[in-house]
């Protein structure tokens, strides 16, 4: 919770940071009178993203901090003026200058959470004015963490919870904060590492990383390695690093039927130089030249001169070319190795393999033998190429998700929502969610045992009921009265939520291709409110909801 | 200038936002006391974007900014003695905490110009270990840029030049800093406007905006329109608005044959009252409930009733359906209202569209009939959907352009290269470039009227010969002793240079499908210097180079 706040809310997000039209809106409501109406809006999404059947939010803590800190400087307000239309009532900028969100109250779903189409995550309510001020942000600040969330928990889910997954998305992000804030969201959607420092530092993620190929071209001769002695981990003194590899080169060379003068000796200078530098991590890349004729041969060597002196090398990387393949084959070349010399770590070595996967290439990777222990994903994880945006809506729920148009005599405008899920009835040992409900902020709560009508959205069906075993709301208030009223997630607890949230549900809800709808539902009230809505009997609904 | 050094590099891209494993590659170069070798980096890409036949160089002030004010905090080291293995050398961590890029030199392509894959846009040369330290950032804050400007560039293409762009994807990017990046480079591609009121502040950028339909949907009936008066433009004296609009109201509804019961109360209202706050400024969304039956309705009893009064409407926004059909029906209407009551310029008010537009479909727009003077793009260009990252890289130019790898007992890692264009000898009134030429730079530059043999890249083409008739470096001195050399360039002044730019181009290149390949070629040193490096001949290329 330190680190988060130590990054503050006036970086990432400043209230200007915001479609223009907010403040002619917001200029228009203030000079008619209505900017202290009292305005509730919904944050949602239409479709789940990836054709899949789910999603998983995210944003909420980076959307607190916006805004508690929300305030409009001095020279924001002057660069309002000097670009809003010259006629603007000047008593409007003194009104930005003393505007801040002390009048608003946020209810969420919390961080981490498995959310569907349609469902309300956030809900904004009070004075019209500054309401309509934080939608682009709010907007903006969830649609990119939730999208990139749910990849990475799809990218999880396609890994298999045995892999590791390392994310290295950070030079093909939308610039340095797209960068952190997809090292944030993929580590809470299931991801285990990044390569970013930063986000490391920041967020408390574990970073992962030794060297690129850059590294081993360096090098073009043993001359370079210096220096070339290493003190064993037990011991005093220095030995002859660079013979007593040269030593294991021939061995290796020998077991494998190869020729040490096949060996590049600028990766075998490299990964040596790397070696007598971090003799406890060495987990270097191999296919700077030829996997199989110099790469494994110079990590062989270098990683069993490291196991003679009682240091235990990590494992090695690979960035190109068939990863399945070659890690199969290096993994047999490990187990000849652990074999012939008797060094039984050998043949269980890390093996990551880093090169441009997508979810797609998970799938397939998992379908053959491969020996791949770590994926580190990039581009297709960050940029979430097959689907680069989520579209997040800021509306009123009731009229935008029944896409009906309608006046605002009725309450829809002040109605809040609780989304309450229903265990399955008979599972075990788990109990699956298996419907989000969406009901009106004043409706008495679903009861464990008591049966329940429900109107499912996106079918036309007729009521169905259930009797629920087990029921949870999934609002929390977040905020009120201009401060935070919970305590902040750091990414490490919004990931095990998340987790946690992805395991309950039922497997057929998260396949990636072609998924079971989950039922989001809407309560009796609602429903009877929708269709008074569309009738246009104005009268009869407010009627009814103000029983 | 000045609004670009109020963001502070800092915010954007502190020296942390990096790979780990520069870090680790960074200690094992100082371990072995490689790391204040010379080292020269290329950042290049390999292929132009969205199957295009150009890209548009841009990022370059950002990285200026971050090299300027390149420098670890104690607390960036504390992190990195925190993740680095525990063995690493403390004096490593005293040597992180001097470096600054006082000892790197950069060249580098102007930003806004059009460029191509395999041209070195970025040169970095200076010590080893800080030159690897620059790859992630530097790769950060180009390739978005490039590709996000290269982007907006084809958006332009495809909208004609005379039709105005505005950006308003801000709460579809990759968080705050990928928004303002989108409406920095946006508009250096060739947008006219954005919607992201920073971007305005922070870059000069023209900004707009006026209402988005949760304003009109916000009024239900005329008792909402406060103040109902309105002074008009060369008078003193209120005049009841609200019966000077109802009045037009139904001349309108005659003149088209509607009645004026169609028309939504709760839109008029929204609309009059926006007239109200903004009279000089009117120009509403129209499709909140049906353009034809109710929206041109209401903006044309509104828009002539502020004619009446000496104020000049703007036009209307389109934001669903069919916009070019809406478009023309729309313009038919505005006619229609000109000719028969006498107002002239009601006939060209502008017509705004802005519904989910693509490359794609401005390209079928500008195929039809349509009236759409100004289109806003969100999603599609920000998010650069057809291909959301551009993969540039950062190597040593020779060995990774050529696909060769090669120690480096030769010098490729010293060479510099300078980008030079031919003008085309036949050409008037413009000469177009038709060549960019990669050079050594200690090679003589070409020379106007000189006959020059070059080898085209891409191609197993033998050598070549043209006779310059204009020859340009493309190369320019941006950054050394830790300065930045030139006046930075402001988002307008980049846009400028990038537009020239695109326009020198032979319209062929700058197809959107299929485009004909620009030549990039190597001088004929080069080509030898490949082929003795390819040879494995670094003795004889050696002695080339030396000369």
Chains 1, 2 share one sequence.
Request: charge should be neutral; proline fraction near 6%; aromatic fraction near 10%.
């Amino acid at each position: 919770q330190i680190l988060l706040n130590k990054r503050s809310v006036r970086e990432r997000a400043p209230p200007l940071l915001t479609d223009l039209y907010q403040f002619t809106m917001a200029y228009a409501y203030w000079r008619a009178g209505r900017h202290q109406e009292p305005a509730v809006f919904e944050l949602f999404f239409r479709d789940n993203p990836f054709s899949g059947g789910f999603s998983v939010f995210a944003g909420l803590t980076d959307c607190l901090l916006f805004l508690r800190n929300f305030h409009f400087t001095d020279e924001d307000v002057e660069y309002l003026r000097s670009v809003l239309p010259s006629n603007t009532d000047p008593d409007f900028f003194t009104f930005l200058k003393g505007l801040d969100c002390s009048a608003v109250s946020i209810s969420a779903v919390a961080e981490g959470t498995v959310v569907f189409a349609r469902v309300p995550l956030l809900e904004v309510s009070g004075p019209l004015a500054v309401v309509q001020l934080l939608e682009t942000s709010l907007l903006c600040l969830v649609n990119y963490a939730s999208l990139v969330c749910t990849n990475a928990a799809r990218f999880r889910i396609a890994a298999g919870p045995r892999r590791r997954l390392l994310e290295m998305g950070l030079r093909r992000a939308q610039g340095p904060d797209g960068g952190l804030t997809a090292s944030r969201y993929t580590y809470i959607g299931g991801f285990d590492l990044t390569s970013n420092a930063l986000a490391g530092r920041l967020f408390g993620i574990p970073v992962a990383g030794t060297m690129a190929h850059s590294y081993v071209t360096s090098f073009s001769s043993l001359e370079e390695v210096w220096p070339q002695t290493l003190v064993p981990s037990e011991g005093d003194d220095p030995i002859d690093f660079l013979s007593l590899v040269k030593g294991w080169l021939g061995r290796v060379c020998q077991l494998l039927g190869a020729r040490p003068q096949q060996v590049r000796e600028g990766e075998l200078a490299a990964l040596l130089s790397y070696a007598i530098a971090y003799p406890n991590n060495f987990l270097p890349v191999i296919d700077s030249y030829n996997v199989s004729c110099s790469g494994v041969l110079c990590f062989c060597a270098v990683g069993l001169a490291l196991c003679e002196l009682q240091y235990q090398p990590l494992g090695v990387r690979l960035d190109s070319g068939d990863l399945c393949k070659q890690s199969v084959e290096v993994r047999c070349v490990f187990r000849e190795c652990s074999k012939h010399f008797s060094v039984p770590k050998f043949e269980s070595l890390l093996i990551v393999g880093t090169n441009s996967v997508s979810e797609q290439s998970l799938v397939e990777l998992n379908k053959r033998d491969n020996e791949i222990d770590v994926v580190g994903v990039g581009t297709h994880l960050v940029t979430c190429t097959s689907q680069p945006s989520l579209g997040c809506v800021y509306k009123l729920w009731v009229l935008a998700v029944l896409n009906c148009a309608s006046t605002f005599s009725l309450y829809p405008r002040l109605a809040a929502f609780m989304v309450l899920r229903r265990a399955a009835e008979r599972t075990s040992p788990f109990s699956h969610p298996q419907m989000d409900l969406i009901c009106l902020s004043e409706e008495p709560a679903p009861k464990v045992g008591v049966p329940l009508n429900y109107y499912p959205l996106g079918l036309n069906k007729a009521v169905q009921s259930v009797t629920p075993s087990q029921v949870t709301s999934l609002r929390l208030d977040v905020f009120s009265h201009g401060e935070i009223t919970l305590p902040l997630s750091t990414a490490p607890e919004s990931r095990v939520h998340a987790q946690t949230s992805l395991q309950a549900m039922y497997p057929h809800h998260k396949k990636l291709q072609e998924p079971e709808n989950y039922t989001v539902a809407i309560s009796e009230r609602i429903h009877l409110l929708v269709s008074n809505i569309r009738k246009g009997n104005s009268k009869g609904s407010h009627f009814l909801l103000s029983n």
